[in-house]
Nanobody, 125 residues
Framework: QVQLVESGGGLVQAGGSLRLSCEAS????????MAWFRQAPGKEREFVAA????????YYADFVKGRFTISSDNAKNTVYLQMNSLKPDDAALYYC??????????????????WGQGTQVTVSS
């Protein structure tokens, strides 16, 4: 079993920053892919960024390139999402997800088997 616990969400003004954390426990492998998704009300869950614990570099959705940075701390089994220059459109419930046996980075939410409970990000204009 894999457990994922997100934290760090909150209310921020447009242009501000937040850092989300996702602590992972259980059967996580060094080759596993950890990803962040987000879902706004009435919209489909969408891919934000992904990273492997060890190996190939991060992968981002086009709409966050240059603003968001995904990173990992292997010693703490924690993945982070640093979000800068936040916009009202970034407001959503942000989820951490794990793909244990990923051969490549997946962008579809239904290809990830393990999920956290989500952390809410609200951006005021």
């Amino acid at each position: 079993q894999v457990q994922l616990v997100e934290s760090g969400g909150g209310l921020v003004q447009a242009g501000g920053s937040l850092r989300l954390s996702c602590e992972a426990s259980g059967r996580i492998f060094s080759s596993s892919v950890m990803a962040w998704f987000r879902q706004a009300p009435g919209k489909e869950r969408e891919f934000v960024a992904a990273i492997r614990w060890i190996g190939t570099g991060p992968y981002y959705a086009d709409f966050v390139k240059g603003r968001f940075t995904i990173s990992s701390d292997n010693a703490k089994n924690t993945v982070y999402l640093q979000m800068n220059s936040l916009k009202p459109d970034d407001a959503a419930l942000y989820y951490c997800a794990a793909d244990l046996y990923a051969a490549y980075y997946r962008k579809k939410w239904n290809e990830y088997a393990y999920w956290g409970q989500g952390t809410q990000v609200t951006v005021s204009s």
